[in-house]
């Protein structure tokens, strides 16, 4: 199934890359397999799992769902590019702090759609926080501790 | 249960956060999927779309002229590669398990052919050209089918569906059964589930043929065990065999086993001398990872009628699936010795029979057994004291056996070691204001809606299974290291261990490095399982770092020419009683332990090791407590509080246990709520992705309180109980009781789980036509 490659520039955690890719390469397999970044994960092939998620010009997205040939000219922040260096983001912290993990596998993912929805809605209640993970599965956690490390992280000054 | 420290100068006990989460925080975890070799060739696997077949013919030649691909296998290229399982009885029936199929396919997703291609997208492409015909044969899928005269064979040349049939029975069980008042019976079922741990199974294998040496990461719960599978099925030396154990997404008991994917990939690697990687796609994962459950269970409690247990009789149907993993035949096997529960009956006939059937294999899955044994007595006493008009609290606490009892032997001969059940239940009660859910239910019954309160009390066995090894090395600089066989996949081992073995010897936790996960590193292990870890893998590093501590007293003794017995331990090191300023850190001792500075007669060096088996499991409990709503025009359930007191002895992290309560429940309040693999009557699996499963997700989870007792296990130098499995153990009995008593105005007497809105809907349909 040869195709010809198509080109792509995209920005991720700030680095520009360009580069040609098959069209029907996956967004989750070029930031995992051309990029090297493996801290985005693949949970399942229907896209529920969450796992994956990016920020891909700013909102949180499953990069399973998106062509690599789709993000052209997007800036796109994985969970290498979170943190501000050695000092963890808000989420991240939070999430160490209320054992929001166990496993590790499903975190990046639910990581990154946390801080979607605190730069969108700082104020996310209970409710919210739910609601905003309806697309993030975990096996380990049973939710608790993610829920209470987003609500952590949203009282944070920032 | 508070999450502070309960004892600020003890290390065990405090809620630590955790040392391992930094990295799985930053994306630099390193998954099975994340390790980069250069030259790796990928596998692909075409599987079989029929749940029962003969395989006709297999056309691979356009997949092998596929761009990229390496070579394309079948059964023909594989041979007698294939899966031993132990046996269990001498008269117990095992199907053959090649890697890949031979002849005959039992079951959808079984191996047919394995495209191997430079890489994956590639051999998928390959993989999906491959053409097979069948020729169709008939199917069963139900293990109580399965067992009937003239049932449909699962594996025809195997000649029956039986697999092994075990029995317990103790005291005189006709007997009590011809005096019992009443017989209470119940005939339920547990549904089949699935894992689901997030990171799919997958295994990368990376050949030396030159020094014969076979590395291989997989996502596995025990290297040690998985290396030794892989040396009998593959016959390769297991000395020669590295397993490594990267970080691993979750496993809850189905990644225990060696799977053929496994073997086979082991196998290419070999054969073709480049490393090999096959990673499970989620679709994969429900269509040949080890599920859980899917027990039938028909019994009879016999009873006084004031409510004394007098005798039980359980019969226990296990559906096995198509195949035997090593551990396919486990779960069952628990019910023999955890049919009684937390009651006094000791005229006890456990019978267990488990058949094959064209789905996919079974095997432990979180409570492994434990969930089923709970279940049915926690149904049954309920349904006990229904039909005698008592209260279910009260028919309980009749019968438990008492803390003065213990140990106690059961009436399947089991001992437990210690407990408190009133304790644990007046505890749940008083959590959950019991008093008041009962008002609560009682007005809203007299306002015609359909309201429960249910509770479950439950004891689990955690442990067994085997040893656990731990040592502890101190080198010559002092710098402490925790090898342990305990294996980690999401537990917490790094911080849980460095927490106990820096209580032990008296130093700040940052100097104890946890390494775990490596065959080569690690002297042996078992893995983690079956609620083991803190039983198993904490004993045997509680039995190291004592013996390590007995050795570091008699090297301080020699360098501060005192007797070892006035040497004691002080923070940093060692003192000598009464002279408070004659003291020597760890790091003297270790440097005087390699450099001729142990007493004559003592080995050098300063590194102890322990393989711990107590030879006993460690039986925690708990009471669980539910107040449920169900809308009768929807048949939709509301989970409007829960409750759950466990008592597992000793507790070292809170913020670990609690959490693993937290895990455990929402696997439990999946299968009470959700979750249910369904094969229809061909034998397709019609959940097979997760647009299908329903795993709970953040909404699923109810409104908690979670309290603890503590009744220290006597038999293990933590006085620890496991507690992995508590939620999935003790919540789904608390939910069923809680949903049959909201439907007892109907006349409803059971239904099994997963209680799902048609479901009940249905039911409470049916029960109103009357």
New interface residues.
């Given amino acids: 199934?040869?195709h010809p490659a198509r080109p792509v520039n995209v920005t991720v955690n700030g680095t520009s890359h360009a580069t040609e890719v098959?069209p029907?390469l996956l967004l989750v397999h070029f930031l995992?397999e051309n990029l090297?970044?493996?801290?985005?994960?693949?949970?399942?092939?229907?896209s529920?799992?969450g796992?994956c998620t990016v920020h891909l010009n700013g909102a949180a997205v499953k990069s399973c769902t998106v062509l690599a040939v789709q993000a052209d000219g997007a800036e796109i922040t994985?969970?290498?590019g979170?943190?501000d260096g050695a000092t963890?983001h808000p989420v991240?912290a939070a999430?160490?702090?209320e054992?929001g993990?166990?496993?590790?596998?499903?975190?990046?993912g639910m990581?990154m759609t946390a801080a979607y929805l605190l730069e969108t809605r700082p104020d996310a209640d209970d409710e919210a926080?739910?609601?905003a993970?309806?697309g993030?599965?975990?096996?380990?956690?049973?939710?608790?501790?993610?829920?209470k490390a987003i609500r952590t992280a949203a009282q944070q000054p920032r | 249960m508070s999450t502070e420290q309960s004892n600020p100068n003890r290390l065990i006990g405090a809620s630590i956060r955790r040392v391992e989460d930094p990295p799985l925080l930053t994306g630099q975890g390193c998954y099975v999927d994340d390790v980069k070799l250069p030259g790796i060739l990928h596998v692909a696997i075409h599987r079989s779309t029929h749940p029962h077949a003969r395989i006709v013919s297999i056309d691979t030649a356009e997949a092998a002229a596929m761009p990229g691909v390496v070579c394309v296998l079948t059964g023909d290229d594989t041979g007698d590669l294939a899966l031993r399982a132990p046996m269990l009885t001498p008269e117990m029936n095992m199907p053959e398990h090649p890697v890949l199929a031979r002849g005959t396919v039992h079951a959808v997703g079984a191996p047919i052919a394995a495209v191997v291609a430079e890489s994956r997208a590639l051999a998928e492409d390959a993989a999906a050209a491959i053409g097979v015909t069948y020729d169709s044969l008939p199917v069963v899928t139900d293990a109580e089918a399965a067992l009937e005269d003239g049932a449909t064979l699962a594996h025809e040349e195997l000649g029956t569906n039986h697999c092994y049939t075990m029995k317990r029975e103790n005291g005189d069980v006709d007997k009590a059964f011809a005096e019992a008042d009443h017989v209470c019976r119940l005939h339920m079922k547990s549904p089949r589930l699935v894992a689901m741990s997030m990171e799919a199974r997958g295994v990368l294998a990376y050949p030396d043929p030159i020094r014969k040496e076979l590395t291989v990461w997989m996502s596995t719960q025990g290297p040690h065990r998985s290396r030794a599978d892989l040396a009998n099925s593959l016959g390769f030396p297991e000395n020669r065999i590295h397993v490594i154990a990267p970080d691993v997404g979750g496993g809850f008991g189905s990644k225990g086993c060696v799977y053929r994917e496994d073997v086979l990939v082991c196998h290419v690697a070999q054969k073709l001398g480049r490393p090999v990687k096959w990673m499970a796609t989620r679709s994969e994962d429900f269509l040949t990872t080890c599920q859980g459950r899917d027990q039938a269970m028909t019994s009879e409690l016999a009873l006084s009628k004031d409510g004394k247990m007098l005798g039980l009789k359980v019969r226990v149907v296990a559906n096995l699936g198509a195949y035997l993993h090593s551990a396919t035949a486990g779960p069952p096997q628990r019910m023999l010795v955890m049919a009684p529960g937390c009651y006094q009956i000791q005229d006890v006939r456990v019978e267990i029979v488990s058949a094959f059937t064209n789905t996919v294999p079974t095997g432990p899955y979180r409570g492994a057994g434990r969930p089923e044994a709970v279940l049915n007595i926690e149904r049954l006493a309920d349904k006990a004291a229904r039909d005698l008009g008592m209260d279910p609290l009260e028919l309980r606490r009749k019968n438990y056996i008492q803390p003065e009892q213990f140990p106690y032997r059961t009436g399947v001969g089991v001992e437990y070691d210690s407990g408190d059940y009133e304790k644990s239940l007046d505890e749940a009660l008083r959590l959950s204001d019991y008093d008041q859910l009962i008002r609560m239910r009682d007005e809203a019954r007299e306002r015609g809606e359909l309201v429960g309160v249910g509770v479950s009390t439950f004891v689990e066995p955690s442990g067994g299974a085997g040893f656990e090894s731990g040592a502890v090395r101190v080198d010559r600089t002092g710098a402490i290291t925790v090898l342990t066989g305990s294996s980690s996949h999401g537990q917490g081992h790094e911080t849980v261990w460095a927490q106990v073995a820096a209580d032990l010897l008296k130093v700040p936790m940052e100097d104890v490095v946890v390494r775990h996960g490596d065959t080569i590193a690690i002297q042996q292990g078992t893995g983690t399982f079956g609620s083991r870890s803190a039983v198993m893998g904490g004993g045997a590093l509680a039995t190291a770092a004592e013996r390590l501590v007995t050795k570091a007293k008699a090297v301080a003794a020699n360098l501060m020419e005192a007797s070892a017995d006035d040497v004691v331990q002080v923070e940093g090191g060692f003192a000598v009683t009464g002279v408070p300023e004659r003291t020597v850190t760890w790091r003297q001792v270790a440097g005087a332990a390699h450099a001729k500075g142990t007493p004559a007669g003592m080995d050098p060096g300063l590194h102890e090791t322990a393989f711990f088996d107590p030879n006993r499991e460690a039986w925690g409990f708990g009471a669980h407590v539910a107040l449920v709503r169900i809308d009768a025009d929807t048949g939709e359930l509301t989970i409007e509080k829960l409750v759950l007191v466990d008592d597992i002895g000793v507790v070292l992290n809170p913020m670990v246990v609690e959490a693993q309560v937290h895990g455990g429940l929402a696997q439990g309040l999946g299968e009470a709520l959700c979750e249910e693999m369904v094969f229809d009557e061909d034998g397709q699996p019609r959940t097979g992705t997760l647009m299908d499963y329903a795993v709970p997700r953040a909404s699923t989870m109810p409104p908690l309180i979670i309290g603890e007792t503590e009744t220290p296990n006597p038999f293990n130098p933590l006085g620890v109980k496991g507690v992995g499995e508590a939620g999935t153990n003790g919540a789904p009995p608390a939910v069923a009781n809680a949903v049959m008593d909201a439907l007892s105005p109907l006349g409803i007497d059971h239904i099994d789980m997963p209680y799902t809105a048609p479901k009940l809907w249905r039911a409470i349909r049916e029960a109103r036509k009357g």
């Avoid at chain 1, 993030?136 to 829920?147: E, F, S």
């Fill in positions: 199934m040869e098959e029907r995992r090297g970044l493996t801290g985005t994960h693949v949970g399942c092939d229907t529920q799992c796992a994985t969970i290498e979170l943190a963890l991240q999430f160490q702090e054992h993990l166990q496993c590790g596998f499903c975190t990046p990581v926080i739910k609601h993970l309806e993030n599965l975990c096996r380990c956690t049973g939710y608790v501790n993610i829920v």
